[in-house]
Structure formats: structure tokens, C-alpha cells
């Protein structure tokens, strides 16, 4: 089976992407199964309820989450709360809403297990080991199936790298999110566990991380706070897509997706 995996959607430049390529991906690789980060989807700063539907009418089958989760806490929780297809990080420090893992059912049948995890360094939020909780998850999830994917929202890429060692050979794949900036060194870890550090920002390319570039310019050169304004323009496309086989749960190939809109 194939399993587009996509990275952070900024804002309406980022929906909009989905709508524009997701069918024509899906048809041209026969994707299965297709993952979303979406802690950015709305205004660059969490996800509502519009945001959510906008990804799953794109042909969005799960919806993962990061640090900024909870930037429309009242919709989300709300919409989790309701059974909406989201998997916010496992590993979040107390009593929060949701669910850090989950299992889903693929286009061709398959049951497939989704696991999202924050990272705790360079992250400044409380967080227990995403080790730990993880494996303990993994662990839980493969007495259903051994078709499991991994988001790893971190910032550090020897943090990533280091989970990716540690898991490998017990998921189909951990891909990276948070930094915005697609990796080149997706791969098979020796165990047959597929792994990139970041799949990348799906959103507006003349920007710093979705963000218009001069409201940032000015916080670097002045070092006085302003009110993030997400970037507007053309859009970027950044994915990757896992093949893995059905009966093992291994990953067999990898490759990654970068679409960028022309002026």
C-alpha cells in the first residue's frame, strides 16, 4: 500500500493546495491512505471546524497536530470530543482532550495506526518522553495491526533522527513536522522503517515558515515583538509517500513531494 504523508498546511494558501493536487497524486501513485499535518491550517495557529472540513473534503483520511493544537481549543476540543479523524501529540504533559493514537481504515481495507508525538527539546512545553509513551503505544497498537505511522513534531533533528533509530522495525514510518523546511534524506532505515526528518510546509512559499517575511525581518532586525501575519501568493506542495508492504508493515520505498507553484 501507498501512504501520502503531508506536511505542515499553513493557512488558505496551504488548503488550497490540497484541493489542487491531492486528486492527482492519489490517481497518478494509487495512494491509500493520505496524513495531514494541520496545526497551522487556520491563520498559521491551530485548527477550527472549517479548517478540519476544508482538509477532509481534499481527501484528507487523518489529521495530526503539534504544538499549536490548541489555538482553537474550544472548536477542537469540541471536535474531538465528536469523533473527528484528528490524533493530537501523545505525549502532552496532563490531563488534555483527545486521542494520541488511533486506528483507521485504509481505501484498501487495511487497518492503519496513527501515532503523533511532540518533541521536548528546543519545544518550550510540557511534554513526557516521546520514547517512552510511544513505545508503550506502539506496543498497544500492533496487537490490531502492524501498519503504523508516526508523526514526529520536533524541532531538534537528532531528536528525530534518535526516534526514528529507536522505533525502527516496529512502524511503517516516522516523518518529521514543526520545522516547516522539507529534508532531503528520506529513506529505509535498516529495519524497514521508512523516516524523513521534515516533510516540509504545505503553504505560501514567499514567506518565513508561512509567515510574510517583513513581519518577520522586523522582529529579527528590532527584536520587538508583532502580531504574526501569514503570507499570501503562491503556494508550495511538500509530502512523501511511503510504500509499504501489507503483511509485514515495513516500509519498501520512499519519495518525497515537492510541488512549487510558479508566479
Not at 508525538?117 to 496487537?143: C, Q, W, Y
Not at 524497514?192 to 514567506?207: E, F, N, Q
Not at 513581519?215 to 520587538?224: A, P, Q
Amino acid at each position: 500500500m501507498k501512504v501520502l504523508c503531508i506536511g505542515d498546511v499553513v493557512s488558505r494558501v496551504g488548503r488550497d493546495m490540497l484541493f489542487r493536487y491531492i486528486e492527482d497524486i492519489q490517481y497518478k501513485y494509487s495512494i491509500d491512505f493520505i496524513i495531514a499535518n494541520g496545526e497551522n491550517a487556520a491563520h498559521g495557529n491551530g485548527m477550527g471546524q472549517n479548517e478540519y472540513d476544508e482538509l477532509m473534503n481534499a481527501g484528507v483520511d487523518v489529521v495530526t497536530m503539534g504544538n499549536h493544537t490548541w489555538g482553537h481549543f474550544r472548536q477542537i476540543s469540541q471536535m474531538m470530543e465528536n469523533g473527528a479523524s484528528i490524533v493530537r501529540p501523545l505525549n502532552y504533559s496532563g490531563v488534555v482532550p483527545g486521542e494520541g493514537a488511533s486506528i483507521f481504515t485504509a481505501k484498501n481495507g487495511k487497518k492503519v495506526g496513527v501515532i503523533n508525538l511532540i518533541g521536548r527539546t528546543f519545544m518550550h512545553m510540557p511534554a513526557d518522553s516521546p520514547f517512552v509513551m510511544g513505545m508503550n503505544k506502539i506496543e498497544e497498537l500492533r496487537k490490531t495491526t502492524n501498519i503504523i505511522f508516526v508523526d514526529f513534531h520536533a524541532e531538534a533533528t537528532s531528536e528525530k533522527e534518535a526516534l526514528g533509530y529507536y522505533f525502527d522495525g516496529l512502524v511503517s514510518a516516522v516523518f518529521g513536522t514543526h520545522t516547516h523546511v522539507q529534508t532531503a534524506d528520506d529513506t529505509v532505515l535498516p529495519k524497514g522503517t521508512g523516516y524523513i526528518s521534515d516533510l516540509g510546509m504545505t503553504g505560501p512559499i514567499i514567506s518565513v515558515l508561512g509567515i510574510d517575511k517583513d513581519n518577520i525581518i522586523e522582529r529579527f532586525v528590532n527584536g520587538t515583538p508583532n502580531k504574526s501575519l501569514v503570507a499570501k501568493g503562491k503556494g508550495q506542495f511538500c509530502a512523501c509517500i511511503f510504500t509499504v508492504d501489507d503483511e509485514t508493515g515495513l516500509c519498501t520505498g520512499t519519495e518525497r513531494i515537492y510541488i512549487r507553484e510558479k508566479d
